[in-house]
């Protein structure tokens, strides 16, 4: 999944909020144990419980170029992910890479997050594709009608206030 949007605002303005999924993705229950961006060489947890790590996915920061990139490994994953529903198909999410961009031009920046998901295997007859559809359609709308408005907000309060 690959989601592009427009931020009135520089990349310096609009890099404190990207590199930091809590200021933005909690409203949509997602819970992070770090700043991102301020992991490169680390690894970070992400969490459907604020309060609740343990057992949860872990990702690899690869790579930070401050207001530029952020590039995320998803290791392949051992088993079932502490019994929480992360799973799809038989064996789990499956390892990926994710990207977030930033291009500016003026007073404008355009974000790029490019996420890659898959099943490691499906379950027998299983069409894998059809087990990611209700998910990714879910995850469309929440960042169509809270992540991005979310970010917008952040980086337009902060210049109001800068």
């Known amino acids: 999944m690959t989601v592009h949007f427009t931020l009135d605002g520089t990349r310096k303005e609009a890099w404190p909020f990207v590199k930091d999924f809590n200021a933005w993705q909690n409203s949509e229950g997602y819970y992070y144990d770090s700043v991102i961006g301020d992991q490169e060489g680390g690894s970070f947890r ?5 309060n609740d790590f343990e057992g949860s996915p872990s990702y690899d920061v690869i790579k930070v170029i401050p207001e530029y990139v952020i590039v995320v490994s998803q290791p392949i ?17 499956s390892a ?10 003026g ?3 355009i974000v790029t997050f490019h996420m890659e998901h898959a099943s490691l295997v499906g379950n027998e007859g299983e069409d894998v594709t059809e087990s990611w559809r209700p998910m990714t359609e879910e995850a ?5 009608e809270g992540l991005i408005p979310n970010m917008k907000r952040l980086v337009a309060e902060a210049r109001r206030n800068a």
């Open 46 to 50: 992400l969490s459907t419980d604020p």
């Open 77 to 93: 994953p051992e088993g079932a992910y502490g019994g929480k529903d992360w799973s799809i198909g038989q064996g789990g999410v």
């Open 96 to 105: 990926g890479f994710h990207i977030v961009g930033l291009d500016q031009f």
């Open 107 to 109: 007073d404008k920046t």
């Open 140 to 144: 469309a709308r929440k960042w169509r």
